[in-house]
């Protein structure tokens, strides 16, 4: 039981959409990610994702409509809702989802992280 710093979490890595683990919680992860740029149209069949934004302001692309999220807000993305998170500058993000989630849900790419580090 150890007070976690996150500006000195954010500190150890740079690259973006990337998550890292940074504490357990039941059956979920709580992840750090840097976010720039578009990422891809995906959603999670099993899994809720709570987005919750640090630094920047997040663009949460359905495809009905369009969600900013800005600091100290978030959004939750249901399961089975296909959705683009998009950082048109650099957004520090806190996740928090089931251990199960894989960041790129139903889509396999070169962004799919499939075992998230520590941090």
Known sequence: MTPINLSQKLSLFSDHWSPKIVGELNDSYVKLVKLKGEFIWHHHENEDELFLVLHGTLLMKFRDRDVTVRK???????????????AREEVHIILLEP?????????????????????
């Open 72 to 86: 100290g807000e978030f959004i939750i993305v249901p399961r089975g809702v296909e959705h683009m998170p998009v």
């Open 99 to 119: 251990k199960t989630t894989l960041n790129t849900g139903d889509v396999r790419s070169e962004r799919t992280v499939e075992n998230p580090e520590w941090v």
